[in-house]
């Protein structure tokens, strides 16, 4: 079935024969890898096929050589785009620590404004002079 394909794509007559300048050029292609590009026999497993065979952009792709689909695409824009975080639970547990951070500041600066113990006056009594004129009875 190979050679009826290959027969099919350079003759120029579609006549199942080819030319010497035909062949030639049919050769020169094979031997380039022309028909890499290409699979056969996938009718005989039919329904029941054991792996999946796919033809994804020009690219013939099986379980075999599915690490081949990338080349088939242009790389993404944003692939040169490196992420912050590695992983989600990385971002959660920095925002976590920002936020608490963020919230110890905070109560630094209200307890700088509002002290818990305060120093008191001491306290004064009841009718006391500080420096009598008197300072004993006898």
């Known amino acids: 079935p190979t ?9 120029a007559e579609r006549d199942l024969r080819m030319t010497a300048a ?8 094979l031997e380039a890898g022309w028909l890499d590009k290409y699979s056969f ?7 029941l096929k054991p792996f999946p065979v796919q033809q994804r952009h020009g690219r013939i792709i099986t ?11 242009p790389p993404h824009p944003q692939s ?5 975080f590695a992983t989600q639970q990385d971002m959660r ?15 630094d600066a209200w307890e700088a404004r509002n002290p ?18 008197m300072t004993n009875i006898a």
């Open 80 to 84: 040169s785009v490196s992420p912050r």
């Open 22 to 29: 035909e062949q030639q050029r049919a050769v020169d292609a």
């Open 116 to 133: 818990r113990l305060v120093p008191e006056p001491e306290h004064a009594q009841e009718f006391h002079v500080a420096s009598p004129p």
């Open 63 to 73: 379980v075999d050589n599915a690490h081949e689909l990338a080349d088939a695409f």
């Open 93 to 107: 547990m920095q925002r976590k620590t920002e936020r608490r951070n963020r919230s110890a500041a905070l109560n």
């Open 41 to 47: 026999g996938h009718e005989q497993a039919g329904a």
């Open 3 to 11: 050679d009826y394909f290959i027969g099919k794509q350079f003759g």
